[in-house]
């Protein structure tokens, strides 16, 4: 049932550029627009909503907090994300003008569903992503919008992540288009972008054998640090969680402009630190920034580990190993940069001889709170 895979995160890794566009089949019209009908709240009502506020946990997490950029890019309605765990307990400021979009791939995360709970008690109307049919969350919530990533096995998840990130901008997108805000020729470009993106997805999982022999040549560290900026922070957040839940290593991710607040602290000689670069076309003072931070950490030693858009030559002087991706628009870049964190802590674990479909202490679903 591994499909001759040693262990299920590598065949549900490999799944991913199908995973992504089953999530998108059926969703965008050949006129490029898009016929969410499963999302049963109605036009008026999203019209209405005045705040959007994500609930998850963990790898969910990250997603909901790369849609926060999304949405509010997009659509330009206020949006928070926090965890699950955290939320009610500090009496959220909620109404029926507020959506809530609860992220769970099982379904029946504890504090995910507790959010929700609190969530329409207070009269906010919630909205599922959940990528198993007819599990607690969807069932709790007002409407869900299913990812299709097919069953995940291993706990470390991976094909779900990629999947909820296009749930997240197809919600994004559908805001956009039900409100009339930003509905111009950028969103038809990403929607473009979006329908080829398994593709890229594809291209990435092609060259992955550098990166295999980068981790098991890493296999004897302590500590791996990610970097990022922008959407790249939350990659770095959960490249950061998948090297501690699979290989049992000390990893943190930062938001790169944060290290002069402390953690550069941190660098010593030959400590790998991996970099999620944005794209140099767009948002290019980010990309600028970035490049000023990896010459930084590689001036106090720092083992850098770049990743970077195809054509990027800037990065190049400063990356002592660089990983290369397909150009994609900054938004959608987690699509394509998560893949090689994702391949870099599964052969780590493997290399340290650790179990890689069920790391010690972990559950595929955590139904506690
Ligand atoms: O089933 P859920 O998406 O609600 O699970 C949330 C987290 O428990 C989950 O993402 C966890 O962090 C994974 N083990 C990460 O790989």
Not at 169 to 189: C, F, P, S
Request: aromatic content about 6%; hydrophobic content about 45%.
């Amino acid at each position: 049932e591994k499909g001759g895979y040693d262990y299920f995160m590598l065949k549900e890794i490999a799944e991913q550029p199908k995973a992504v566009a089953d999530t998108l089949l059926g969703r965008i019209d050949a006129s490029g627009s898009l016929t969410l009908d499963e999302v049963r709240i109605s036009a008026s009502e999203l019209r209405e909503v005045d705040k959007v506020v994500i609930v998850a946990c963990g790898t969910a997490f990250h997603a909901g907090m790369i849609a926060k950029y999304a949405i509010e890019h997009w659509t330009r309605i206020p949006c928070e994300v926090e965890l699950a765990s955290e939320f009610r307990y500090r009496d959220p400021i909620l109404d029926g003008r507020s959506l809530v979009i609860a992220i769970s791939q099982s379904g029946e995360t504890m504090d995910t569903l507790m959010a929700l709970r609190h969530a329409r008690e207070q009269g906010s109307k919630v909205l599922a992503i959940c990528n198993t049919n007819g599990s607690t969350i969807p069932r709790e919530s007002d409407a869900v919008l299913y990812t299709h990533a097919g069953p995940e096995v291993a706990v470390a998840s991976t094909k779900a992540f990629l999947t909820q990130l296009v749930a997240c901008y197809l919600v994004a997108l559908y805001l956009g288009q039900v409100r009339g805000t930003k509905w111009g020729d950028e969103i038809g470009a990403v929607i473009r972008d979006l329908s080829h993106i398994s593709g890229e997805v594809e291209r990435v999982l092609e060259t992955m054998e550098p990166v295999r022999a980068l981790a098991r040549s890493l296999a004897d560290k302590n500590t791996v640090l990610f970097l990022g900026r922008h959407v790249g922070y939350p990659v770095a957040l959960e490249g950061a969680l998948k090297l501690k839940e699979l290989a049992y290593m000390h990893a943190e991710g930062f938001a790169a402009g944060e290290l002069k607040h402390g953690p550069i602290a941190l660098i010593e000689d030959d400590l790998p630190v991996v970099v999620v670069v944005p794209s140099p076309r767009g948002r290019s003072v980010l990309h600028d920034k970035i490049v000023s931070n990896i010459q930084e950490i590689r001036a106090r030693g720092a083992r850098t580990i770049v990743i970077a858009e195809e054509g990027d030559e800037a990065v190049v002087p400063y990356a002592d190993h660089l990983i290369r991706i397909p150009a994609t628009p900054t938004l959608l870049q987690p699509l394509v940069a998560t893949v090689p964190l994702q391949v870099f802590a599964c052969e780590l674990a493997t290399a340290r001889g650790n179990e890689v479909d069920q790391p010690r202490n972990l559950a595929k679903s955590v139904t506690v709170e």
